[in-house]
C-alpha cells in the first residue's frame, strides 16, 4: 500500500506542482485583485480587466460616458474625446480585445442593470470582427468576464489553466519570470510592449510605439516594410453579418440609449486592409441609430490611404483618432469623407 501510494504521489506531484504555479503566480491576473494590471509579462485578457476596472470604480468615479469596441480604441485618447463630452463628464473606456457586439451589448446592458448613467457613449465598430459574434468568446484572451458572459468562473478559469498548458507557454513564462531576459522562443508569448493602464478610465497605453516614432519615424517604417502590405485596387465590401440576431442587439442598444438620453456616436474603424463595411450593414445600424450618429470611415479614403496612419496594420495611430472626433461629432458631417469608395 506503502508502494502504491508513493508511486501515486510520484504521479499527481506534476500536476499538483503545476496548478500550484498557476495559482501562486496568477499569470493572467484572474485570480486575485489587483489595483493595477501594468507591466504583465503576458497579454491580458482586456475583457476581464475592463470590467474588474468598472465594478472596482464605478462608485468612486460616478462614470457617465463610455467608449466601446475592440482594442482599436486605443488609437482614441481618453484626453481628445473629452472635450466633446464636457468638463463634468466622466469617461470609461469599456473594451476588450476581439471585442464583438455580443460583448458591447452585455456591457451597456450591465451599466443599465448598475443603475449609472449614460449621458454619452462612442461604438465603435470593426468589419474584420465586431458584428460576427452574437454568444461568448473563446480563448483565454477573448472569453468575456463572468458578470458579462454566460460562462461562468469555472469556464474562465479553466480556459486560462489550459492556455497556461497549451505549447508548453508556463515554461517559457518562468523562465522569463526567473531570469527577467526576453529569448527568442519567447515571442509571440511574453508582452514586452511594456503596456499599462489608468486605473480610473481604464485607458490602455503601449508607450515604445509612440517612442519609436517620435525618435525617428523613417526608421520606424522601414524596419517594418514587409508588414505593410500593398492593398488591391479594389478591396471590396465585407460579408454582410446583421441578421435577426445582431438586429435585436442593436435595437436593444438604441433602446437603452434613448432611455438613458444617450448622446450615443456609432464609428466604423478606418482598417489598413481598406476593406468597406457591407452596405446592407450600414444601412442597417442607419436604421436603427439614425444616420446622423453614425460616420463611416471604412474602405478606400485619406485615412486608409496613408500606411503611416498605422503603428502595424490592425491599429491606427492617434492623430487617426483625433481626426475622427472631430468628423464624428461634426454635427453637418454625417459621412465623414465624400471621397470613400466603394465596388
Known sequence: MRRF???????VSPFVLFTAGFCILDPYKILWSYT??????????RDYISTENYIAHRRQYHYDSFMFGTSRT????????????????????FDASGESLFGIWKKVQYIDRQGDPIHNALILICT???????NDSGGYLFIK???????????????????????GFFIRYLDYRIFGHFRPYMKGYIETRGIHFDPVTNELFADKPDAELARDEEG????RQKMFYPRPAIPGEAP??????????LEDLHRIFVMHKTDYRIAIS???????LNRKDLEALREVFGASTVSDFSGVNSMTANPRNYYETSHFRLNVGKQMLQEIYAPENHDPDPSRSRP
Not at 501510494?5 to 504521479?11: E, G, H, N, Q, W
Not at 520606424?220 to 524596419?223: L, P
Not at 478606418?270 to 468597406?276: G, H, R, S, W
Request: glycine share 10%.
Open 240 to 249: 454582410a453579418f446583421i441578421g435577426p440576431v445582431q438586429r435585436q442587439m
Open 220 to 223: 520606424y517604417y522601414r524596419r
Open 270 to 276: 478606418p482598417l489598413y486592409n481598406q476593406v468597406a
Open 5 to 11: 501510494l508513493a508511486s501515486l504521489a510520484l504521479f
Open 145 to 167: 468576464h463572468p458578470a458579462l458572459g454566460g460562462g461562468g468562473w469555472g469556464n474562465l478559469y479553466f480556459s486560462s489553466l489550459r492556455a497556461w498548458a497549451s505549447d
Open 36 to 45: 493595477d494590471y501594468s507591466d504583465a509579462p503576458v497579454q491580458l485578457n
Open 128 to 134: 474584420d470582427n465586431t458584428l460576427q459574434g452574437t
Open 74 to 93: 486605443s488609437g482614441i485618447r481618453i484626453a481628445d474625446w473629452q472635450p466633446y463630452l464636457g468638463t463634468n463628464a466622466s469617461p470609461f473606456k
